[in-house]
């Protein structure tokens, strides 16, 4: 398409992305015309993910108190910079180049191509991505131009000590095949993205 790709770390607002509150920058009339792939509560995903893993550690533990009660809020306490989620926004053109609207007010012809070929990253994502859990998924129509929130938790697997499968970034990208960092600014997250980037969806 000869158009610019973004891969934006997001906000994370799963109920801006799921339009439970409706943004000033958001055009109502428009919201019908987004797309949503996943949505399941973030709690029922970590016991999906994490629940077998937290209940043989648990069950080895002789004292409660070392026993993993509610592993969603250690992540979200944790000094480690851990995440309970990561969110990135892929958005393809910018709104000079690919607003959602013709001069007409109808879908514009780059608007539409570039939601088809993010509709197609988006459903190739968790094929594409096994340690990226895919928990919530939207394509948004409704703003100045097409572009995907994906909220996605990290799973890795393979500790020999404490839970045997748990919420780790680097980890996660790296069970992948991901080239570990060199420094802070060449690091797993970057190296990903460069895939992603590549992949034929989105070169095009």
Same mark, same amino acid.
């Given at each position: 398409? +000869? ?8 906000? +994370?607002?799963?109920?801006?992305? !799921? ?6 920058? =958001?055009?109502?009339?428009r ?10 509560p ?7 993910l994490?629940?077998e893993a937290?209940?043989?550690? !648990? ?5 409660k108190d070392?026993? /993993?009660a509610d592993?969603? @809020? %250690?992540?979200?306490n ?6 309970q989620?990561?969110?990135? /926004? =892929?958005?393809i053109?910018? @709104? %000079?180049?690919?607003?959602v609207?013709?001069? *007409?007010g109808?879908?514009? /012809? %780059?608007?539409k ?11 190739s ?12 998924? =939207?394509?948004?129509?409704? *703003? ?8 996605y938790?990290? /799973? ?10 748990? !919420? ?7 069970e992948? +095949?991901?080239a570990p960092? =060199?420094?802070?600014?060449? !690091? ?10 590549s992949?034929s969806?989105? %070169?095009?």
């Amino acid at each position: 398409m +000869g158009k610019t790709i973004s891969f934006v770390k997001g906000k +994370g607002s799963i109920s801006h992305n !799921n339009r439970d509150f409706i943004a000033e920058n =958001v055009d109502r009339q428009r919201t019908e015309w987004n797309v949503e792939y996943i949505k399941q509560p973030i709690r029922e995903a970590y016991d999906q993910l994490f629940g077998e893993a937290i209940a043989e550690y !648990n069950a080895k533990q002789k004292r409660k108190d070392r026993q /993993v009660a509610d592993y969603l @809020k %250690d992540i979200k306490n944790s000094g480690n910079g851990e995440k309970q989620f990561y969110e990135i /926004v =892929v958005q393809i053109g910018k @709104k %000079d180049d690919t607003g959602v609207l013709d001069s *007409e007010g109808n879908l514009s /012809v %780059d608007a539409k191509a570039a939601s088809e070929i993010l509709d197609e990253y988006a459903r190739s994502f968790q094929e594409r991505n096994p340690n990226l859990y895919l928990f919530n998924a =939207v394509l948004h129509m409704d *703003e100045a131009t097409p572009h995907l929130h994906l909220d996605y938790i990290p /799973v890795a697997h393979g500790y020999k000590t404490k839970m045997h499968t748990r !919420n780790s970034l680097t980890k996660a990208l790296q069970e992948m +095949g991901i080239a570990p960092a =060199v420094s802070k600014t060449d !690091n797993e997250t970057t190296h990903w993205q460069e895939r992603e980037r590549s992949c034929s969806y989105l %070169d095009k």
